[in-house]
Structure formats: structure tokens, C-alpha cells
């Protein structure tokens, strides 16, 4: 059985699209997926949040990661703004802490948050309160995420690619054809 590094350069190539630009960002990529896929398999609950430019990405995400054509269980994933809509309001340190002890007793197994969007919007102080949230980050570098550039006239098929490899990462782990360290 393959690691998930291996397995997620033969991933890459099997893609019919131009993936390439993913060979060598897969080192920094294959450590934060084993992480996630860990944490799914424990039972966390996933909580998705971008920012406004990607909110029709979070939609996406939302329709096809428990679409019921799927062979698969359904995965604990969520719209953060479904769970809290005013998120907005999280304004003080003292409002973030309360929202984080909502949380802790909502997610009782725990969670953890997907953030994909700019690292200079506002909802990155509720994605950076904790070191092991999925980051997917455009045009800011900080340790743990994945670095986009908002510059990349390919950055939303860039996206959709990355989803599409996650979701197979996903299928991989669910059904042992891969191995996790």
C-alpha cells in the first residue's frame, strides 16, 4: 500500500487537466492532508468558512463532499456560517472565546476549521486561533497552510483541482488504499 506522498504524485499525473504545477507543492500539501484525513477518521467535525470572493468555492464544496451519489459515508463537514451566522460580530478576544466554547460543546469529538480564502480578511482570527486548522491561503505565507497566489489567473481552477485532489485523498484513506503515518 502507497504512503499518501507517492500516492499523491501518481494522483497528480492521473489528472487529465494540467495538474503539473501541483508535483513539486505536493511536499508542502501531502503533510496538512494526513493531518486532516487523521482527524476525519477520528471523527472531527470540519468546519468550512472562506472568504467573500470564495464563498461560491465553499458552496461547491458543500453541494459535492456529501453529494448522495457518492459511495461513501457522509463526512462531518459544515458551513461555519450555517452554525454561527453572525461571524462577522466575533469582534473582541472576549467574543472569540465564547465562540470557541460554543464550539468545544457543539463538537463535543472535536473540530477543526477549513478556511480557504485571503490571509488579510477578518475571519483569519477565527481560522489562526489554532495551529491545526486546514488553511488554504492566498497571498499570505504563514506556517501549517497552503500558499495561493490572488495574482494566478488560474487561481480558481487551481482551487477546483485541489478540491478535487482532497476528495480523492478522502476516498483513499476511507477505503485503506492508502497508507497514513
Same mark, same amino acid.
Given at each position: 500500500? %502507497?504512503k499518501l =506522498?507517492?500516492?499523491?504524485?501518481?494522483?497528480?499525473?492521473?489528472?487529465?487537466?494540467d $495538474?503539473?504545477?501541483m508535483?513539486?507543492?505536493?511536499?508542502t500539501w501531502t503533510p496538512?492532508?494526513?493531518?486532516?484525513?487523521?482527524r &476525519?477518521l477520528? *471523527?472531527?467535525a470540519?468546519?468550512?468558512?472562506t472568504?467573500?470572493?470564495r464563498? /461560491?468555492?465553499?458552496?461547491?464544496?458543500l453541494?459535492a463532499i456529501n453529494? %448522495? !451519489?457518492?459511495n461513501? %459515508?457522509?463526512? %462531518?463537514?459544515?458551513? =461555519?456560517?450555517?452554525?454561527?451566522a453572525? &461571524?462577522?460580530g466575533?469582534?473582541?478576544? @472576549?467574543r472569540l472565546?465564547?465562540f470557541?466554547? @460554543?464550539?468545544d460543546?457543539t463538537?463535543?469529538q472535536?473540530? $477543526?476549521?477549513?478556511?480557504i *480564502?485571503? *490571509? *488579510?480578511? +477578518?475571519?483569519?482570527?477565527? +481560522?489562526?486561533?489554532?495551529?491545526?486548522?486546514f488553511? /488554504?491561503? #492566498? !497571498?499570505?505565507?504563514?506556517a501549517?497552510?497552503f500558499?495561493?497566489r490572488?495574482?494566478?489567473p488560474?487561481?480558481?481552477t487551481?482551487?477546483?483541482? &485541489?478540491?478535487?485532489? $482532497? !476528495?480523492?485523498s #478522502? !476516498? +483513499? +484513506?476511507l $477505503?485503506?488504499?492508502?497508507?497514513?503515518?
Amino acid at each position: 500500500m %502507497p504512503k499518501l =506522498l507517492e500516492w499523491t504524485l501518481e494522483a497528480i499525473r492521473e489528472e487529465s487537466s494540467d $495538474f503539473s504545477w501541483m508535483e513539486e507543492r505536493r511536499y508542502t500539501w501531502t503533510p496538512l492532508v494526513e493531518s486532516v484525513l487523521h482527524r &476525519l477518521l477520528d *471523527g472531527q467535525a470540519v468546519l468550512l468558512l472562506t472568504d467573500p470572493k470564495r464563498r /461560491w468555492f465553499e458552496q461547491y464544496i458543500l453541494d459535492a463532499i456529501n453529494a %448522495p !451519489d457518492r459511495n461513501r %459515508p457522509f463526512l %462531518p463537514v459544515q458551513s =461555519l456560517r450555517g452554525v454561527f451566522a453572525d &461571524l462577522q460580530g466575533i469582534d473582541t478576544s @472576549m467574543r472569540l472565546t465564547l465562540f470557541e466554547d @460554543m464550539l468545544d460543546i457543539t463538537y463535543p469529538q472535536g473540530y $477543526f476549521i477549513w478556511y480557504i *480564502g485571503e *490571509g *488579510g480578511h +477578518a475571519y483569519t482570527k477565527i +481560522a489562526y486561533q489554532h495551529e491545526n486548522n486546514f488553511l /488554504w491561503l #492566498i !497571498d499570505e505565507e504563514v506556517a501549517g497552510s497552503f500558499l495561493m497566489r490572488g495574482s494566478d489567473p488560474q487561481l480558481d481552477t487551481k482551487l477546483l483541482q &485541489l478540491y478535487r485532489l $482532497f !476528495d480523492r485523498s #478522502i !476516498d +483513499a +484513506a476511507l $477505503f485503506g488504499q492508502v497508507e497514513l503515518t
